[in-house]
């Protein structure tokens, strides 16, 4: 049997740089690692209209599909291809594209709410908390969903405020007592990011026996 893929989740608010620092990862393993979003396992909402679905509190752990990403993760550790869902970011709902993803060695998995599951939190060998400063991730997110999600700003700024500052203090920031490295400043933090780059290839070739 092959080895079972080290896990690695790393967690963080909102514009943290989660994707930044999970991205370092992966590029350094030069395709010994794959990357999984949380964000794609939203709950289909294709069931209620636009308007209900933009009312949906995104930022609570209950909007995700907790079991099916679990369930994936899991395959895919095992060395069993899966496919990922995606997600319509625009229409707040599942896409009907899935997104075939095969094992390697390194699976890295990213997403605000990763340490707010117990069962997700056991599939992971190590867990990141990416630190950054609540004013930083605010411009982050406010310049990502205008650009890229068809936000305006009005919007961002209401949902900021309605729904992710306050789930950031009840379950996001709380989140941070289970991880075992947390970065500082995220993608920024350029030797936090190295020193977690090499700890993991290490860890690749300690498998391989290399």
């Known amino acids: 049997m092959p080895p079972r893929s080290l896990v ?13 620092v999970a991205r370092g990862i992966l590029e350094a393993l030069a395709g010994d690692a794959v990357l999984l979003d949380q964000d794609a396992y939203y709950k289909d909402l294709a069931h209620l209209t636009l308007e209900e679905r933009a009312r ?27 496919d990922k869902p995606t997600y319509d970011f625009a229409r707040h709902t599942r896409a009907a594209a899935v997104l075939r993803i095969e ?18 939190r056991e599939l992971f060998d190590v867990k990141v908390y990416v630190d950054v400063a609540d004013d930083v991730r605010f411009i982050r997110r406010l310049l990502r969903d205008v650009r890229e999600r068809g936000r305006t700003m009005e919007n961002v700024i ?7 500052r306050p789930m950031h203090l009840e379950f ?5 007592r289970w991880a075992d ?30």
């Open 181 to 210: 490295i947390i970065i500082p400043e995220g993608g920024s933090n350029a030797i936090g990011v190295d020193m977690l780059r090499a700890r993991v290839e290490l860890e690749v070739r300690r498998t391989r026996g290399t």
């Open 172 to 176: 996001v920031e709380p989140s941070k």
């Open 103 to 120: 094992p390697r060695p390194v699976v890295i998995v990213e997403g605000i709410l990763l340490f707010t599951d117990r069962r997700l």
């Open 8 to 20: 690695i989740g790393v967690a963080g608010g909102s514009g943290a740089g989660k994707t930044t």
């Open 56 to 82: 949906v509190n995104f930022d609570h752990p209950e909007s995700l599909d907790a079991d099916l990403m679990i369930a994936q993760l899991g395959r895919l550790a095992a060395g069993e291809a899966i």
């Open 158 to 164: 209401e949902q900021y405020l309605g729904t992710v």
